[in-house]
C-alpha cells in the first residue's frame, strides 16, 4: 500500500506521521522544535524523517513523498519558508534540503490548508465547498470551492485570523491592528479569563470550556465575546465564499459545547437573507492529527479510491 510522510511544523513541536491511500495514520509521533529553530531547522527535520522511517519500519522506497504543513508564509511552488516568527525562519529551503537527502517529492502548505485538505478528502467527502477553521494559538482557514484549494497568489489565501474587527485596536504581531485572532485565540481567551478573575497563573482552555458549560459568568462572558466575533468572521466567509459546510477545529474546538453555541448563533442570526440554512457547522472530528494527515494526503490526489481535491 502506497504511503506519504506528513509533518505537522509548530512552534513548540512537530508531529510527524505516516500516512496510507485510505487516509489511515499508520506511526506518529511528537518531536521537540525548540533547540532546533533557525538554521539548525533542515537538519533536525532531516533527522525527524530518518527517525520516523527507521522506528517506523518503513522503507524510503514505500514512501511517496514528504508532506509539510506549517504556519508562516510560504511558497509552495519553491518549496520554501519565507517567514515563520514562531520557528525563527526566513528564507529556508527546507524542500530543496529534503529533496536533496531522500530524493523523493515534497510539499509544502500552509497549516490550514493541509487541515481543510484532510477534512475534504476524509471528513466531509460530499462538501464540494467547505471552510476548515482552525481555533487554536492562532486563527486561520483552509477554503475549498468546487473541489480546488484557494491558494491565493503566494499560497497564504486564508488568513482568517488576520481580518481587523477593529482598526483601532491594539497591534497584532502581522503589523495590523485589531485582528480577529487577538480577541479569539486560545491565548487571548486564557489571558482574558485570567485578568478578570485576578488570576497569577494560567488557566486551560479545557477549564474555560469545561467551566463555561457549567455556568460560570466569567468564562461565558469572555466566550461570549470569542463567538461573536469568530462568527462574524465566518459569515463574512460564507458571503465571501459561498461555503456550505465549515468545519471548525483546533486546540479551542476541541472541547465544550459553549462556545460552539455562541458561533452557531452568530451565524445564524447574520447571515444575509437566502444563505439562511444553507451552511452547516460541524465540529472537526480529527484531533491534532490532522495537519499531518492533511499534508500527506497531498500524495494520494490521483488515487482512484481517494482525494477528490485538485492539489496542483
Given at each position: 500500500?502506497?504511503?506519504?510522510?506528513?509533518?505537522?511544523?509548530?512552534?513548540?513541536?512537530?508531529?510527524?506521521?505516516?500516512?496510507?491511500?485510505?487516509?489511515?495514520?499508520?506511526?506518529?509521533?511528537?518531536?521537540?522544535?525548540?533547540?532546533?529553530?533557525?538554521?539548525?531547522?533542515?537538519?533536525?527535520?532531516?533527522?525527524?524523517?530518518?527517525?520516523?522511517?527507521?522506528?517506523?519500519?518503513?522503507?524510503l522506497s514505500?514512501?511517496?513523498?514528504?508532506?509539510?504543513?506549517?504556519?508562516?508564509?510560504?511558497?509552495?511552488?519553491?518549496?520554501?519558508?519565507?517567514?515563520?516568527?514562531?520557528?525563527?525562519?526566513?528564507?529556508?529551503?527546507?524542500?530543496?534540503?529534503?529533496?536533496?537527502h531522500f530524493?523523493?517529492?515534497?510539499?509544502?502548505?500552509?497549516?490550514?490548508?493541509?487541515?481543510?485538505?484532510?477534512?475534504?478528502?476524509?471528513?466531509?467527502?460530499?462538501?464540494?465547498?467547505?471552510?476548515?477553521?482552525?481555533?487554536?494559538?492562532?486563527?486561520?482557514?483552509?477554503?475549498?470551492?468546487?473541489?480546488?484549494?484557494?491558494?491565493?497568489?503566494?499560497?497564504?489565501?486564508?488568513?482568517?485570523?488576520?481580518?481587523?474587527?477593529?482598526?483601532?485596536?491594539?497591534?497584532?504581531?502581522?503589523?495590523?491592528?485589531?485582528?480577529?485572532?487577538?480577541?479569539?485565540?486560545?491565548?487571548?481567551?486564557?489571558?482574558?479569563?485570567?485578568?478578570?478573575?485576578?488570576?497569577?497563573?494560567?488557566?486551560?482552555?479545557?477549564?474555560?470550556?469545561?467551566?463555561a458549560d457549567?455556568?460560570?459568568?466569567?468564562?461565558?462572558?469572555?466566550?461570549?465575546?470569542?463567538?461573536?466575533?469568530?462568527?462574524?468572521?465566518?459569515?463574512?466567509?460564507?458571503?465571501?465564499?459561498?461555503?456550505?459546510?465549515?468545519?471548525?477545529?483546533?486546540?479551542?474546538?476541541?472541547?465544550?459545547?459553549?462556545?460552539?453555541?455562541?458561533?452557531?448563533?452568530?451565524?445564524?442570526?447574520?447571515?444575509?437573507?437566502?444563505?439562511?440554512?444553507?451552511?452547516?457547522?460541524?465540529?472537526?472530528?480529527?484531533?491534532?492529527?490532522?495537519?499531518?494527515?492533511?499534508?500527506?494526503?497531498?500524495?494520494?490526489?490521483?488515487?482512484?479510491?481517494?482525494?477528490?481535491?485538485?492539489?496542483?
Amino acid at each position: 500500500m502506497k504511503k506519504a510522510i506528513g509533518l505537522d511544523v509548530g512552534g513548540t513541536k512537530i508531529l510527524a506521521a505516516v500516512v496510507n491511500e485510505k487516509g489511515k495514520i499508520t506511526y506518529q509521533k511528537k518531536y521537540p522544535v525548540e533547540p532546533f529553530k533557525g538554521d539548525r531547522f533542515p537538519e533536525y527535520v532531516v533527522q525527524v524523517i530518518e527517525e520516523v522511517l527507521d522506528t517506523s519500519g518503513e522503507e524510503l522506497s514505500s514512501i511517496k513523498g514528504i508532506g509539510i504543513a506549517t504556519a508562516g508564509i510560504i511558497d509552495s511552488e519553491e518549496k520554501k519558508i519565507v517567514f515563520a516568527q514562531n520557528l525563527g525562519l526566513e528564507h529556508c529551503a527546507i524542500g530543496e534540503a529534503l529533496k536533496n537527502h531522500f530524493n523523493i517529492p515534497v510539499k509544502l502548505y500552509n497549516d490550514a490548508n493541509a487541515a481543510a485538505v484532510a477534512e475534504y478528502t476524509w471528513g466531509h467527502k460530499k462538501a464540494e465547498h467547505l471552510a476548515y477553521v482552525t481555533i487554536g494559538t492562532g486563527v486561520g482557514a483552509g477554503i475549498i470551492s468546487h473541489g480546488k484549494l484557494i491558494r491565493g497568489f503566494s499560497d497564504n489565501a486564508g488568513e482568517f485570523g488576520h481580518i481587523s474587527v477593529n482598526v483601532h485596536g491594539e497591534r497584532c504581531g502581522c503589523g495590523h491592528r485589531g485582528c480577529l485572532e487577538l480577541y479569539t485565540s486560545g491565548p487571548a481567551m486564557e489571558q482574558s479569563v485570567a485578568e478578570k478573575r485576578g488570576l497569577s497563573g494560567r488557566i486551560s482552555m479545557r477549564e474555560i470550556n469545561e467551566m463555561a458549560d457549567d455556568g460560570d459568568v466569567v468564562c461565558r462572558e469572555v466566550l461570549d465575546h470569542a463567538g461573536y466575533h469568530l462568527g462574524m468572521g465566518l459569515v463574512n466567509l460564507v458571503h465571501l465564499f459561498n461555503s456550505t459546510s465549515i468545519v471548525l477545529g483546533g486546540g479551542v474546538m476541541q472541547s465544550g459545547e459553549y462556545l460552539f453555541e455562541r458561533i452557531r448563533e452568530t451565524v445564524d442570526t447574520y447571515l444575509m437573507n437566502g444563505l439562511k440554512g444553507s451552511v452547516q457547522l460541524h465540529r472537526s472530528r480529527f484531533s491534532s492529527e490532522i495537519g499531518a494527515l492533511g499534508a500527506g494526503s497531498g500524495f494520494f490526489a490521483n488515487s482512484e479510491e481517494k482525494s477528490r481535491i485538485s492539489l496542483v
